[in-house]
């Protein structure tokens, strides 16, 4: 590397407790499983455990080509990186959940 090329590099790291989010603010969540009604069920249950009130049309699902699987997207008004953690916990522990973004 020639030393008229000078790379610089910006620390990105954030603090504990930092998030790049202004809270509240609008955030998607989606999970995705196998297509039954314990999916959704437990979804479903677990956003309202964290959320208080969601927006009419504020759930999506949307079926795999072969209709296996089910995303299920839940757009909700987040007021913290630590309710968006929680949720992200519990459908993380969720055995009907295969993967959540």
């Known amino acids: 590397m020639s030393d008229d090329k000078e790379i610089k590099m910006h ?3 954030l603090e504990d407790g930092e998030t790049l989010f202004e809270f509240p603010c609008e955030f998607p969540i989606k999970a995705m499983g196998l297509s039954c009604d314990e999916f959704e ?4 249950e677990i956003i309202n455990r ?4 969601l927006c009419e049309g504020a759930l999506r699902m949307k079926p795999s080509k072969n209709g296996k699987y089910t995303a299920i997207t839940i ?3 987040a ?3 630590d309710q968006l953690d ?3 916990m519990d459908l993380t522990a969720c055995e ?5 973004l």
């Open 11 to 13: 620390d990105l790291s």
């Open 41 to 44: 069920i437990a979804v479903i």
């Open 50 to 53: 964290h959320v208080e009130d």
């Open 75 to 77: 757009t909700i008004t």
């Open 79 to 81: 007021h913290s990186k």
């Open 86 to 88: 929680a949720i992200y």
């Open 96 to 100: 009907h959940v295969s993967v959540a």
